[in-house]
């Protein structure tokens, strides 16, 4: 006898992607009666999607993303559960030798004697990226030779030849496999983001959303998120 699935939509940002590889096996394992459809994108493109009529069961965003769908009220603000911190990074292939980037002022002579430096223009690292390089002085310089692509994952541009360096969250980085991260960006520069997730006011499976966002804050969920350089938030 064939049973109907409950179907689960879910927007999420791609930040906190790599720990759902795992996650998601086993959610079907333990939640074989709810189909989880899970969405990946940046903030800024699932913004844009939620601004054209585009609506889910819960979304997985930044926080100042998530305060601007409850202040619209699209969001329940008493569903709302902490996720996790992200943290920036550089990532280059295995056999690279790896410069220092331990201060501001190292971390510029990197980017500035790369080939090439990789980052994704719609996700939260490459708009703060952009902010950073204009307070450094060196947009211009930087852009003349940066690989940008709109979305996705700027290490994959690393392994196809087009740079040497990417830029992005950590967990974005260790989301391709044959490259390495190689820091955080220093601390005086350090950009961290903290993700959230919530339920759509009006969404059509409020009491499976609930249920996947327990799931979310699960040891099992919290042990996935601190493989991929998220911390817990608390």
């Known amino acids: 006898m064939m049973v109907n699935k409950t179907r689960l939509r879910v927007f999420s940002a791609l930040a906190v992607r790599a720990p759902f590889v795992l996650l998601e096996q086993e959610w079907g394992k333990t ?57 920036i990074g550089l990532a280059m292939l295995p056999d690279a030798t790896a410069p220092d980037i331990s201060t501001t002022a190292l971390l510029i002579k990197a980017l500035l004697a790369a080939r090439s430096v990789a ?26 030779r940066a690989t940008a692509i709109p979305e996705g994952f700027s290490a994959t541009k ?10 992005q969250q950590i967990s974005e980085l260790l989301s391709v496999e044959g490259v390495k991260v190689i820091g955080p960006l220093p601390k005086e520069v350090q950009k961290v983001t903290s993700f959230q997730a919530g339920i759509f006011n009006q969404a059509e499976q409020p009491a499976a ?13 919290q042990t996935e998120y601190e493989k991929f350089g998220l911390q817990v938030r608390t």
């Open 209 to 221: 959303a609930s249920t996947f966002l327990n799931y979310l804050r699960s040891q099992q969920a």
């Open 31 to 87: 939640h074989s009666d709810i189909s989880l459809e899970i969405e990946w994108n940046p903030t800024s493109v699932i913004e844009k999607k939620i601004a054209q009529g585009e609506t889910a069961d819960a979304a997985i965003l930044t926080k100042p993303a998530m305060d601007t769908l409850i202040e619209a009220g699209l969001i329940s603000p008493t569903s709302i559960v902490e996720l996790v911190d992200s943290h």
């Open 158 to 167: 690393l392994i196809d030849g087009s740079a040497d360096i990417a830029i």
């Open 119 to 144: 980052y994704s223009q719609g996700g939260a690292s490459g708009i703060y990226l952009i902010k950073l390089l204009e307070s450094l002085g060196i947009k211009e310089e930087f852009l003349s």
